[in-house]
């Protein structure tokens, strides 16, 4: 028997949650194949299509049946999705009726959907997004020169992140368009997601003990995203996040993690997301979503959420 997703006309943020709610209802029974439909998307951003990869590799482990997609009706999602090589990597957690290659046309992305499996997978992310994120973070944005090294040495952060503690393969996608709605300004949108044990699961060793009962899913991600504590013994491990976090925070820009039943951010005073929630619909691993607004003096002039 097959079960429907529905995936909501705009799959950002809160698509995802949407999303991830449908698939722990349609996965509830253990078997059965689930159809993911996407033919009423109108919009999706890079949190939202990489999360329809997580979601998908999900669903796949859970019934051991690989789930199916209708392909989105707009003509502009649908040309958005290739340029994203979306359908390269959904080859590896849907049944597709025919293999795709990799989009030929050219892309504004800063950095198309890609997965990160090595640390050799990490390098090569930072490397291709050198010359885009100098032309973006300089020209687009406004910001000078040094932050050009500091986004990368943030993305090799947070890549490596999901390699370490996720035990899983992950995949990464960074995108810049104007956020209207928002802040009337160009933005860098960085999505990173993982379908691992997850920060409760990788920090359960050497940290619940000392918490107790309260230990859960929020506890780890206050521990790792605030404490800089780490699974692991070495000195200065586990401060990762914490550096992300300080960077994030002099951009002025937003970073929020969900693992589990929970999430933490660093909340800007250009958005009204919670600071910490609990209480989300379950999944597994890590999902990340970071926002590096333009700088202030360089508002952008236009309307709508352009690519």
Request: hydrophobic share 35%; aromatic share 6%.
């Given at each position: 028997?097959?079960?429907?997703?529905?995936?909501?006309?705009?799959?950002?943020?809160?698509?995802f949650?949407?999303?991830?709610?449908?698939?722990?209802?349609?996965?509830e029974?253990?078997?059965?194949?689930?159809?993911?439909?996407?033919?009423?998307?109108?919009?999706?951003?890079?949190?939202?299509?990489?999360?329809?990869?997580?979601?998908?590799?999900?669903?796949?482990?859970?019934?051991?049946?690989?789930?199916?997609?209708?392909?989105?009706?707009s003509?502009?999602?649908?040309?958005?999705?290739?340029?994203?090589?979306?359908?390269?990597?959904?080859?590896?957690?849907?049944?597709?009726?025919?293999?795709?290659?990799?989009?030929?046309?050219?892309?504004?992305?800063?950095?198309?959907?890609?997965?990160?499996?090595?640390?050799?997978?990490?390098?090569?992310?930072?490397?291709?997004?050198?010359?885009?994120?100098?032309?973006?973070?300089?020209?687009?944005?406004?910001?000078p020169?040094?932050s050009?090294?500091?986004?990368?040495?943030?993305?090799?952060?947070?890549?490596?992140?999901?390699?370490?503690?996720?035990?899983?393969?992950?995949?990464?996608?960074?995108?810049?368009?104007?956020?209207k709605?928002?802040?009337?300004?160009?933005?860098?949108?960085?999505?990173?997601?993982?379908?691992?044990?997850?920060?409760?699961?990788?920090?359960?060793?050497?940290h619940?003990?000392?918490?107790?009962?309260?230990w859960?899913?929020?506890?780890?991600?206050?521990?790792?995203?605030?404490?800089?504590?780490?699974?692991?013994?070495?000195?200065?491990?586990?401060?990762g996040?914490?550096?992300?976090?300080?960077?994030?925070?002099?951009w002025?820009?937003?970073?929020?993690i969900?693992?589990?039943?929970a999430?933490?951010?660093?909340?800007?005073?250009?958005?009204?997301?919670?600071?910490t929630?609990?209480?989300?619909?379950?999944?597994?691993?890590?999902?990340?979503?970071?926002?590096?607004?333009?700088?202030?003096?360089?508002?952008?002039?236009?309307?709508?959420?352009?690519?």
């Open positions: 028997m097959s079960r429907v997703v529905s995936v909501p006309s705009v799959l950002d943020q809160d698509g949650e949407e999303i991830v709610e449908e698939t722990n209802r349609a996965t029974a253990g078997d059965g194949r689930v159809i993911y439909d996407t033919r009423r998307v109108r919009w999706v951003s890079p949190y939202g299509l990489v999360g329809l990869l997580a979601a998908g590799k999900v669903a796949r482990e859970r019934t051991g049946l690989a789930p199916s997609i209708e392909r989105p009706e003509k502009d999602v649908r040309s958005y999705v290739e340029r994203m090589d979306f359908w390269p990597n959904a080859a590896e957690v849907f049944d597709l009726p025919e293999r795709s290659g990799r989009s030929h046309r050219e892309s504004d992305a800063l950095l198309e959907i890609t997965p990160i499996r090595s640390h050799r997978d990490v390098h090569q992310v930072v490397e291709r997004v050198r010359d885009r994120a100098s032309a973006i973070l300089q020209k687009k944005l406004g910001h020169k040094p050009v090294i500091q986004f990368s040495v943030m993305l090799s952060e947070v890549c490596q992140n999901v390699l370490e503690h996720a035990q899983a393969d992950g995949w990464v996608c960074a995108q810049t368009y104007y956020w709605e928002r802040l009337g300004r160009d933005v860098v949108v960085l999505a990173v997601m993982d379908v691992g044990v997850g920060f409760q699961g990788s920090l359960a060793k050497e619940a003990r000392r918490y107790g009962d309260r859960s899913a929020l506890k780890a991600l206050e521990a790792a995203f605030l404490e800089g504590e780490s699974r692991f013994h070495d000195p200065g491990r586990g401060q996040l914490q550096a992300i976090r300080r960077q994030v925070d002099r002025n820009g937003e970073i929020r969900r693992s589990g039943d999430s933490i951010a660093r909340v800007p005073e250009w958005d009204d997301i919670p600071g929630e609990e209480g989300l619909p379950e999944f597994p691993g890590a999902q990340v979503l970071i926002v590096i607004p333009a700088r202030e003096e360089r508002d952008g002039e236009g309307g709508g959420r352009e690519r």
